[in-house]
Every structure is written in structure tokens, then in C-alpha cells.
């Protein structure tokens, strides 16, 4: 056995205060936009909402800031979508697609300027994201990929394919100066495995503490936006109502505002009052993604995540990525590994229990995979929430059937770079439409 049952609780959490910042809503209040959820999506939309603006904004917490899937994730951000381009192109317009990706690509530069405006200066590592292919079949569906990137205009990765191999890939001319060959001890070295993979491809990531981020975020608006921002942590959302005004209610109080953001990915959404099936009750998917972490004392760990895609289980791909980064726990360098999803049962309980199943699900991958045995006195198990939508492309923008209805949610897996570019694309759009 490489792992056992250990602590519940995520590294982020551990790093993050856990003093209140907002009083619960006992109230009737008065603003000009209430934000459902304070997770990085939430406080990052808050953020722009308040930049060079007049605007009051609200925000409603259902426990504390950056408690939910901001501080129960895998500390990644991804440049990226898990959905193909080829895939994605069954229901949205390739340069819709590039457009997305294009967008999120940028995200590293967001964050890294908003740590900075926010006197977070330790708060964005940046690094490197290793994905290993195993088959002819994942690097001609990569090859692909790459094709329909280009023809679009979105963002390329190089591929590296093991010399041996290569003779056997008829590779698109337009990609060649793209495509490079290696060795297999060059591809074992560089995604950290005992196992062969024949194909590597590496993309620009970031690592991060997202609920500290969102903490902090939020400590910046109160103190610099004493009257134009609002927190209420305690304080979940049981329904919005749009009559002549939105409002947002709690059990003790509600908001009146002119629109509602939503933003709490894969936590179930508020109730929308008079409206049978808005956009984001036809479309979002509920998981739960299972997390082990413990700490190294490698000082040569790669600064990289490496993701390994297992032929027969596309749904469900186990991860592991290590970095140089020390998080905590004396210092050391913190080795994360996870990846199984399942949808989510209303009876698991996000913040104490671990899936059954899932420990050898793991601890599987880990005995065949991993060079170095877990100990057990340094490790954190944890789970977090994530939301999916049918059609893999992110809820980001206005629902078009409920006026006053706005999202910025269903990070469909790939971490806290898209939320930060959804929360500036949402307030840039709400500020443009309550100008009219």
C-alpha cells in the first residue's frame, strides 16, 4: 500500500485564514450587483466590477471566502480545456473555440497582475504542464488537435514523440516545425514515471493557492472599497427572484440589486424564482474530484505537473505533478496526486469525506507508476466540487431567457485561470449593459 486514510483537509485550506471577514446577511439590503459564491471566481468578478466604476457590489458566501472548490482543488491553472477542439466543434464555431482559448491563455497574466495589485507577491508559480500519450491513437488525436489550433488561430503545445515511434505517424507538413523527437529515458525524465510513454507534449501552468488568492482579493475591496463593496460570509443564497428588481435571498436576509452573478461552479445553484429551466440548470454536471498530497524532500522534484492518460478510461484519468514550490509542512516540497471523478452524491459531505473507492483507485496508479512510497505521517486527503457543462465550453456571460441573470461558473475542470478571465469578461460586459 502506498497510502492509507489520513487527514481531510486540503493544503490550501491549511495555508488560509480561518478568522470571519463577513458578517452573515440578517438584512434587507440595497446594490447595484449581488455575486453568488466568494471563491475565486466570485472576489475575481467583484474585482473588476469595482475597477473604474461607481458601482456597489455585493458578495454572498455560503460558508467562508474561498472554503469551496477555490480551496479544495488541485492548485493548478491550466492554459487549456479538457474537451478537444475537434469535439468541442460539435456544438460552437471553431473561431468561438480559438476565441475561448485565446482568452484563457491569458489568464496567467491576470492572476500574476492581480497578485501583484493585491500585494500578493508569493501568490502565482509559474511552471510547466507534461501530458504523456501512451498510443499511436492519443498522439494522431494530438497531432489533430494541433491541426484544428492552428487553423483557428488558437494556442499550439509542441509534441515530442520517441524516435522509434515517429516512423510510424504521418505528420501534417504544416506541423512539422512543431513536432521533435526524443528518447524514452528523455520522456520518462521529464514526466517522472516508470511507466513508457512514447509521446510528450508541454504547455505554460501556473500553481497557486486559489482560496488564499480569493481571501486576499477580498481583504484588498474591503479595505480600499469600504462603501461600494459588501461581504456576507454565512450567508448561502436559497433563491433569486427577477421581478422589477433581482433579489437574492438568504434565510435571514436578502439583496435587491439591477443583475445576480453566479459563480459557484460546482455547488448546486441558487433557485431562479419564476424561470422553469434557465441556462444553468439545463446544462451543469456535478462532480466530485478526489485529491492525496504529501511532501518530498527531492530538491531535483521537476517544476512541472505531469498528467498521464490511462487507454480504456477517458472519463476518469488519474494525474500525479510535483513541484519545487514549498507550500508547507516544514518547508518541503509538496507532491500532489489526483485525478478520479464521479458525479456527485447529495450525501457526501465535501469538507470530511473521502469517496469509497478511491483510495485504490489511487494508491494503484501510484504502486505502478510512482518511483517513491508516500509517508504516511506527511499526508492530506481531500475532495473538492467541480461543475461541467454538457457542452464543455464555461458558463461565462449573460443567460439568455432571465434578464438580470449572469454567470461566471462551471470551470469544467481546468482550474482558476478561466475564472479570472470570466470575472473581467462578465464585468466588462455588466458594465457596457447597465451604462444603457
Same mark, same amino acid.
Not at 474585482?47 to 458601482?55: C, T, W
Not at 492572476?111 to 500585494?119: T, Y
Not at 461581504?231 to 421581478?243: D, K, N, Y
Not at 501510484?366 to 461543475?387: A, D, I, Q, T, V
Given at each position: 500500500?502506498?497510502?492509507? /486514510?489520513?487527514?481531510?483537509?486540503?493544503?490550501?485550506?491549511?495555508?488560509?485564514?480561518?478568522?470571519? $471577514?463577513? &458578517?452573515?446577511?440578517?438584512?434587507?439590503?440595497?446594490?447595484?450587483?449581488?455575486?453568488?459564491?466568494?471563491?475565486?471566481?466570485?472576489?475575481?468578478?467583484?474585482?473588476?466590477? =469595482?475597477?473604474?466604476?461607481?458601482?456597489?457590489?455585493?458578495?454572498?458566501?455560503?460558508?467562508?471566502?474561498?472554503?469551496?472548490?477555490?480551496?479544495?482543488?488541485?492548485?493548478?491553472?491550466?492554459?487549456?480545456?479538457?474537451?478537444?477542439?475537434?469535439?468541442?466543434?460539435?456544438?460552437? /464555431?471553431?473561431?468561438?473555440?480559438?476565441?475561448?482559448?485565446?482568452?484563457?491563455? !491569458?489568464?496567467?497574466? $491576470?492572476?500574476?497582475?492581480?497578485?501583484?495589485?493585491?500585494?500578493?507577491?508569493?501568490?502565482?508559480?509559474?511552471?510547466?504542464?507534461?501530458?504523456?500519450?501512451?498510443?499511436? =491513437?492519443?498522439?494522431?488525436?494530438?497531432?489533430?488537435?494541433?491541426?484544428?489550433?492552428a487553423q483557428y488561430g488558437a494556442p499550439i503545445h509542441p509534441l515530442m514523440i520517441d524516435k522509434e515511434t515517429i516512423p510510424l505517424?504521418?505528420?501534417?507538413?504544416?506541423?512539422?516545425?512543431?513536432?521533435?523527437?526524443?528518447?524514452?529515458?528523455?520522456?520518462?525524465?521529464?514526466?517522472?514515471?516508470?511507466?513508457?510513454?512514447?509521446?510528450?507534449?508541454?504547455?505554460?501552468?501556473?500553481?497557486?493557492?486559489?482560496?488564499? @488568492?480569493? !481571501?486576499?482579493?477580498?481583504?484588498?475591496?474591503?479595505?480600499?472599497?469600504?462603501?461600494?463593496?459588501?461581504?456576507?460570509?454565512?450567508?448561502?443564497?436559497?433563491?433569486?427572484?427577477?421581478?422589477?428588481?433581482?433579489?437574492?435571498?438568504?434565510?435571514?436576509?436578502?439583496?435587491?440589486?439591477?443583475?445576480?452573478?453566479?459563480?459557484?461552479?460546482?455547488?448546486?445553484?441558487?433557485?431562479?424564482?419564476?424561470?422553469?429551466?434557465?441556462?444553468?440548470?439545463?446544462?451543469?454536471?456535478?462532480?466530485?474530484?478526489?485529491?492525496?498530497?504529501?511532501?518530498?524532500?527531492?530538491?531535483?522534484?521537476?517544476?512541472?505537473?505531469?498528467?498521464?492518460?490511462?487507454?480504456?478510461?477517458?472519463?476518469?484519468?488519474?494525474?500525479?505533478?510535483?513541484?519545487?514550490?514549498?507550500?508547507?509542512?516544514?518547508?518541503?516540497?509538496?507532491?500532489?496526486?489526483?485525478?478520479?471523478?464521479? /458525479?456527485?452524491?447529495?450525501?457526501?459531505?465535501?469538507?470530511?469525506?473521502?469517496?469509497?473507492? @478511491?483510495?485504490?483507485?489511487?494508491?494503484?496508479?501510484?504502486?505502478?507508476?510512482?518511483?517513491?512510497?508516500?509517508?504516511? &505521517?506527511?499526508?492530506?486527503?481531500?475532495?473538492? /466540487?467541480?461543475?461541467?457543462?454538457?457542452?464543455?465550453?464555461?458558463?461565462?456571460?449573460?443567460?439568455?431567457?432571465?434578464?438580470?441573470?449572469?454567470?461566471?461558473?462551471?470551470?469544467?475542470?481546468?482550474?482558476?485561470?478561466?475564472? @479570472?478571465?470570466?470575472?473581467?469578461?462578465?464585468?466588462?460586459?455588466?458594465?457596457?449593459?447597465?451604462?444603457?
Open positions: 500500500m502506498y497510502i492509507m /486514510p489520513c487527514e481531510i483537509i486540503s493544503p490550501w485550506i491549511k495555508e488560509m485564514e480561518d478568522r470571519p $471577514m463577513g &458578517e452573515p446577511l440578517v438584512d434587507d439590503e440595497r446594490t447595484d450587483i449581488v455575486i453568488v459564491g466568494a471563491g475565486i471566481a466570485g472576489t475575481s468578478t467583484a474585482y473588476y466590477l =469595482l475597477q473604474e466604476s461607481d458601482l456597489r457590489v455585493s458578495l454572498l458566501e455560503r460558508t467562508k471566502v474561498g472554503y469551496g472548490a477555490s480551496g479544495r482543488n488541485g492548485g493548478q491553472g491550466i492554459a487549456s480545456v479538457e474537451r478537444s477542439f475537434k469535439d468541442l466543434m460539435g456544438t460552437h /464555431p471553431g473561431a468561438e473555440i480559438a476565441s475561448m482559448l485565446n482568452d484563457i491563455d !491569458q489568464g496567467h497574466r $491576470m492572476v500574476d497582475e492581480i497578485c501583484r495589485h493585491i500585494g500578493l507577491e508569493d501568490g502565482l508559480f509559474k511552471t510547466t504542464i507534461w501530458t504523456g500519450l501512451s498510443s499511436l =491513437l492519443e498522439i494522431q488525436r494530438q497531432l489533430e488537435e494541433m491541426r484544428l489550433r505517424v504521418e505528420i501534417d507538413p504544416g506541423l512539422a516545425d512543431m513536432v521533435s523527437t526524443t528518447t524514452t529515458s528523455k520522456l520518462k525524465e521529464v514526466l517522472c514515471t516508470r511507466d513508457r510513454y512514447i509521446a510528450a507534449y508541454p504547455a505554460p501552468a501556473s500553481l497557486a493557492n486559489s482560496g488564499r @488568492i480569493s !481571501q486576499t482579493i477580498a481583504r484588498h475591496l474591503l479595505d480600499n472599497y469600504p462603501d461600494r463593496f459588501v461581504l456576507h460570509e454565512e450567508s448561502p443564497v436559497t433563491s433569486i427572484s427577477f421581478t422589477d428588481a433581482v433579489k437574492a435571498r438568504s434565510q435571514e436576509g436578502s439583496v435587491t440589486a439591477d443583475a445576480a452573478v453566479i459563480c459557484t461552479n460546482g455547488y448546486p445553484p441558487p433557485e431562479i424564482e419564476s424561470y422553469e429551466v434557465p441556462l444553468i440548470s439545463r446544462s451543469l454536471r456535478r462532480y466530485v474530484a478526489s485529491m492525496v498530497a504529501h511532501t518530498s524532500e527531492e530538491n531535483n522534484a521537476p517544476g512541472a505537473f505531469t498528467y498521464f492518460h490511462e487507454e480504456g478510461d477517458p472519463e476518469q484519468e488519474p494525474y500525479f505533478y510535483l513541484t519545487r514550490r514549498s507550500f508547507l509542512l516544514n518547508g518541503k516540497d509538496l507532491v500532489t496526486v489526483g485525478g478520479p471523478q464521479q /458525479p456527485i452524491s447529495e450525501e457526501l459531505d465535501h469538507g470530511a469525506e473521502y469517496p469509497s473507492g @478511491i483510495y485504490a483507485r489511487i494508491d494503484g496508479f501510484l504502486s505502478r507508476s510512482y518511483p517513491r512510497k508516500l509517508r504516511e &505521517e506527511e499526508m492530506m486527503c481531500w475532495n473538492g /466540487p467541480m461543475g461541467y457543462t454538457q457542452d464543455g465550453m464555461r458558463l461565462v456571460g449573460q443567460d439568455p431567457q432571465v434578464p438580470g441573470l449572469w454567470y461566471n461558473t462551471a470551470c469544467n475542470g481546468i482550474g482558476f485561470l478561466p475564472s @479570472i478571465v470570466g470575472g473581467w469578461r462578465v464585468a466588462a460586459e455588466l458594465k457596457e449593459a447597465l451604462s444603457r
